[in-house]
Every structure is written in structure tokens, then in C-alpha cells.
């Protein structure tokens, strides 16, 4: 069995909501979102539901874990905000509930509205097929640990919600709009960016149950782990927060397997452990299924280190039942 904790979906709609938005938008993110809007609608994988079913039995995916890398987390006008939540919402809900046993959902939040944010948890957090929520790398042009957004981490952790760190609009993309460099390397920095905010402003000291999911293998944080240590060590500002050094909360971070480089991967391991580290794939955005998982077999590893990193540790995480066609939990 093998859960894709890492995948996406959208509709039409949804697509022409962002082209109602971004479309004579020509600041930085506007061309960046531009560029992903014609990729979409000319990419049929992005919102063929039923194409999708027979990719996942192409890799031998029982289960994706759908959610929206939501570009209405840059807009700051609400009814805007509202109605592109809908509709990314709309169409992932749709697909969890038609196929119950293929998919489950990360919902998008609008974050940059609090408000909002919560309301959306309480109209769709107690739907089976919603398992936690996607979150960008910033909202409204605000960093994630503004203390505005605190009362959002409070309840997702009393819901016992864990959330996907997903990159949409990194800082310097002015540098980055030619070449595709967003996608290459500047998503890494903007969820890296992300992450270390978080730690160091304390949000995961102050919510220790909140559980967060760090997707393309941790971004650039593994391997600046040791730089971290040293701003912990040496700034006021990076230790005040914390009652442990950074690596421990990033050790209590989940990671998926986007990355094309099998020594990355043994460093990931080796730095958070096997029960923290869990299969991805970023379908649609990737097509170069094969070789990631050429790149898992090339690790060695054992058959119950292999289920743990395919099925078990997100089920553990998500909450997904295990138990079809005589499949079991395994103990970790």
C-alpha cells in the first residue's frame, strides 16, 4: 500500500478564479502566477479526476492526499480571498467524497483572515475526508509566526489538524521569474524561510501537539541544520523563544520524499528517522514518478522501514485506516 501525502488537484473554476485575479497583474507574483495558470489550463493531469484514479494505479498509489498550492493566500481583498477558498476547497472535497477510499484532503485556509481561516475549520474540519490543512509560505504578505495567526495554530492543534508547509511566492521572485527559477529553487527558500520563523518565534514550543508537514524532503533545512544551531547559539532573538535547540522541533517535523537525489534522502533519514519521513510524489507538478521511486528502492531499505516511509507513518499522522484489503498498521 502507498499513500501520496504530497499531490494536487484543481478545477476549471478554480483556475479561472486565479485568472480573474492575477491576470493583469504585473507585479512579480502576479507573472509568476500567470505563468502557473497557463501550465494548468494547458496540462490536462492538473484537473482530469478520473485520469488521475488511473495514474495512481499506473505507480501502484492506493491513496493521495490531495491539497491546493493556494495563490490566494498572496490576495489581501476578502470577498476575492473567500471565493478562491471555495473553489479550491470545492473541487478536493469533491474528490474525497466521491472516492472515499483513494483520497483524503489538506482544505486551504485563508490565513491572512483569521477569521475566515477558523470558519473554514469549523465548516469542513469535521469531514472524514478532511485530514489537516494546507498552509502557504506566507499570507497577505505577512510571515506565518505574525501573532495574528496564533489563535489559527491553537486550534488546529486542539483539532489535532497537522499542516502541509507548501510554497507559493517566494521572497526575491523579481530574481527568480526567468529560467523557472521559482520552481527550481526558490520554493526551497520560501518554505525554509517559513519553517525557521516558526521554530524560532516559538510557535512549536507554544503549540507542542501542532504538527507540521515539510514537503521536497525539508526544503534547504537539513542541510543548513548546523548554521541554525549556530544563530541559536550565538542571537538572542533565535534562542529567547525556544527551551531546546532548533533541530528538536525540526525533528518533530514530518517530510516527504520530493527529491530526485538519493544521498539527500539518506541525510533526511539519517538526521529525522524513517517514522518521520513518508512518500510523496507532487503530482501534477511532476511527472518523473519513476525515478523517485527508483531512487527509494536504491536506499535498501527493509520491508517494514519501506512500509513505514509508504503507508504507515501518514496513516499514523492523517488518522487513515489501514485496514483495507487485509492491510495492517504497523507498530512504529
Known amino acids: 500500500m502507498r499513500i501520496d501525502v504530497h499531490a494536487h488537484l484543481f478545477s476549471t473554476a478554480y483556475i479561472d478564479g486565479l485568472r480573474t485575479v492575477f491576470g493583469q497583474d504585473d507585479s512579480p507574483a502576479g507573472q509568476d502566477a500567470q505563468r502557473l495558470i497557463k501550465w494548468m489550463s494547458a496540462d490536462p493531469?492538473?484537473?482530469?479526476?478520473?485520469?488521475r484514479l488511473e495514474e495512481m494505479d499506473r505507480w501502484g498509489i492506493t491513496m493521495q492526499v490531495l491539497s491546493v498550492p493556494f495563490?490566494?493566500?498572496?490576495?489581501?481583498?476578502?470577498?476575492?480571498?473567500?471565493?478562491?477558498?471555495?473553489?479550491?476547497?470545492?473541487?478536493?472535497?469533491?474528490?474525497?467524497?466521491?472516492?472515499?477510499?483513494?483520497?483524503?484532503?489538506?482544505?486551504?485556509l485563508p490565513l491572512q483572515f483569521p477569521e475566515l481561516a477558523l470558519e473554514v475549520l469549523d465548516r469542513f474540519a469535521g469531514e472524514p475526508q478532511a485530514v489537516?490543512?494546507?498552509?502557504?509560505?506566507?499570507?497577505?504578505?505577512?510571515?506565518?509566526?505574525?501573532?495574528?495567526?496564533?489563535?489559527?495554530?491553537?486550534?488546529?492543534?486542539?483539532?489535532?489538524?497537522?499542516?502541509?508547509?507548501h510554497p507559493i511566492s517566494p521572497p526575491g521572485l523579481d530574481c527568480m521569474l526567468e529560467l523557472n527559477l521559482a520552481n527550481v529553487v526558490g520554493f526551497m527558500f520560501e518554505t525554509t524561510l517559513a519553517a525557521v520563523r516558526l521554530v524560532f518565534a516559538g510557535v512549536f514550543e507554544r503549540h507542542s501537539r501542532?504538527?507540521?508537514?515539510?514537503?521536497?524532503?525539508?526544503?534547504?533545512?537539513?542541510?543548513?541544520m548546523g548554521r541554525l544551531q549556530w544563530g541559536y547559539e550565538r542571537f538572542p532573538a533565535c534562542n529567547e523563544n525556544l527551551k531546546a535547540p532548533p533541530e528538536e522541533y525540526f525533528k518533530r517535523f514530518y517530510y516527504d520524499t520530493v527529491c530526485r537525489n538519493v544521498p539527500a534522502?539518506?541525510?533526511?533519514?539519517?538526521?529525522f528517522g524513517i517514522e518521520h519521513v513518508m512518500f510523496g510524489t507532487d503530482i501534477p507538478f511532476r511527472e518523473d514518478i519513476d525515478p523517485q521511486l527508483?531512487?527509494?528502492?536504491?536506499?535498501?531499505?527493509?520491508?517494514?522501514?519501506?512500509?513505514?516511509?509508504?503507508?504507515?507513518?501518514?496513516?499514523?499522522?492523517?488518522?487513515?485506516?489501514?485496514?483495507?484489503?487485509?492491510?495492517?498498521?504497523?507498530?512504529v
Do not use: C, W
Not at 493531469?45 to 485520469?51: F, P
Not at 521536497?216 to 537539513?222: C, D, F, N, R
Open 45 to 51: 493531469r492538473m484537473t482530469d479526476l478520473e485520469g
Open 71 to 108: 495563490h490566494g493566500a498572496l490576495v489581501r481583498d476578502k470577498p476575492a480571498v473567500v471565493e478562491l477558498t471555495h473553489l479550491a476547497n470545492e473541487m478536493i472535497l469533491r474528490a474525497g467524497r466521491a472516492y472515499p477510499d483513494r483520497f483524503r484532503v489538506l482544505l486551504a
Open 132 to 165: 489537516g490543512v494546507a498552509l502557504m509560505g506566507s499570507a497577505g504578505g505577512r510571515p506565518l509566526n505574525d501573532p495574528a495567526f496564533f489563535p489559527v495554530y491553537a486550534e488546529l492543534e486542539r483539532r489535532g489538524l497537522p499542516f502541509l508547509l
Open 210 to 224: 501542532l504538527q507540521m508537514i515539510f514537503p521536497h524532503l525539508g526544503g534547504l533545512a537539513p542541510y543548513l
Open 265 to 271: 534522502l539518506r541525510m533526511a533519514l539519517s538526521m
Open 294 to 331: 527508483r531512487d527509494l528502492e536504491a536506499l535498501g531499505l527493509s520491508d517494514a522501514e519501506r512500509r513505514a516511509i509508504d503507508a504507515d507513518n501518514a496513516a499514523r499522522l492523517l488518522g487513515i485506516s489501514l485496514q483495507t484489503s487485509g492491510y495492517r498498521l504497523s507498530p
